[in-house]
């Protein structure tokens, strides 16, 4: 009787002609994508323009793709400078060999640039594509399934990964789809970060700090079932001690800023803080430009009164016609007072629209 199990692709390229389409590099695109669309509604939400994550991004991407073959290839050297390899192969990222902490942390560094010249601040910038970056792994991580890698131990498990290559020594046969079970923990992490910032309104950093401790916690289990070679370091992956110290340092990172700078960026971007100010101008200028407006809004606004049974000026039935009480008099006098009172706060106001017109 024949397993069940996740057929691999026998190849993961398609030919347009000359142009070669590559599943692994199809994900990665996609993911970026995903992580852009979804920054930039969270970047809005926050209060910051339409635009602002995408032109970041264009720093932090390639700054991403180069950290992240960076980390690869130097932590595993041995696949391109050893006798029998060829060191080109370094440089060809379509065939698989990204390191996510390299891409992060070389990411980080394209973004700040970015955000500097945007005037925005970093940890905000952080906070608000933290879920997106989850999900652009999530989606990543499908070029593995591409490329017939990273897989985990043998098993017949019905959601096994049939590995079918032999190149690089691998062994055909069924294995753990570890690619699998870190696409599904990067959508839980996107997942728990969303409802995390809604719930307690994370801000200066905390977002993201939230998603790179919640991932390592992932990464560390995950990378333990991984069967690939690996440097090792006092019988642990070298990438489960980065995971562990990489998950203290965002844990550390959480409870200090907690505590040194608690709440969130009122303002995420130059500009925006006046908008609302800038709409209570114009409706004062309006009503300076229109003074018969005003008035026919003040009526408005008497009338409503009226017909919500507030106090209105009613005659007094009880009185003769023609006869006035001198306590009418007085409710309808004016005080002297108010009126230089008045003339006082529009002098202040005139004032204010002089300054801030000069």
């Known amino acids: 009787m024949e397993l069940a199990f996740i057929p691999s692709p026998s190849r993961g390229v398609l030919h347009l002609g000359p142009i070669p389409l590559r599943g692994y590099a199809f994900c990665i695109i996609i993911g970026v994508f995903v992580a852009v669309w979804l920054g930039n509604r969270r970047w809005i939400a926050r209060g910051g323009r339409p635009g602002t994550v995408a032109d970041i991004a264009v720093w932090a991407v390639p700054f991403g793709l180069i950290g992240g073959r960076l980390y690869h290839v130097i932590t595993d050297y041995q696949l391109y400078f050893s006798e029998g390899r060829d060191w080109v192969d370094a440089f060809k990222i379509w065939e698989g060999g ?72 691998r062994v055909p046969g069924t294995y753990h789809p570890t690619f699998l079970y870190e696409s599904l923990w990067c959508i839980g992490v996107a997942l728990l970060v969303i409802w995390a910032d809604r719930r307690f309104r994370l801000g200066h950093g905390r977002a993201f700090a939230l998603y790179v401790a919640a991932y390592c916690a ?22 489960n001690w980065t995971a ?23 303002v995420v971007e130059p500009g925006t803080e006046t908008a609302a100010g800038d709409a209570g101008s114009e409706g004062d200028k ?31 039935l009880t009185k003769p016609t023609g006869t006035t009480r001198s306590t009418d008099v ?29």
Do not use: C
């Open 98 to 169: 990204l390191g996510i902490w390299g891409a992060i942390a070389f990411g980080a560094v394209g973004a700040w640039i970015g955000a500097r010249r945007r005037g925005v601040p970093m940890p905000a910038y952080a906070d608000a594509v933290a879920p997106g970056i989850a999900l652009a792994q999530a989606i990543g991580r499908w070029g593995n399934w591409f490329n017939q890698e990273l897989y985990g131990k043998a098993t017949d498990l019905p959601w096994a990964v049939e590995i079918t290559s032999t190149s690089d020594g």
């Open 244 to 266: 562990l110290f990489v998950f203290l340092l965002a844990v550390l990172y959480i409870v200090l800023s907690a505590r040194m700078r608690p709440g969130r960026e009122a």
């Open 286 to 316: 309006d009503a300076k430009e229109d003074p018969g407006a005003a008035s026919a809004d003040a009526d408005t606004d008497d009338g409503d009164t009226a017909e919500t049974g507030e106090k209105t000026d009613a005659p007094d």
């Open 218 to 239: 992932g990464r560390f289990w995950i990378e333990y079932m991984r069967v690939d070679d690996a440097h090792h370091i006092l019988g642990l992956r070298l990438n």
């Open 330 to 358: 007085a409710e309808d006098t004016h005080d002297p007072a108010d009126t230089e009172d008045a003339k006082d706060a529009e002098a202040v106001k005139d004032g204010a629209d002089s300054a801030k017109k000069g």
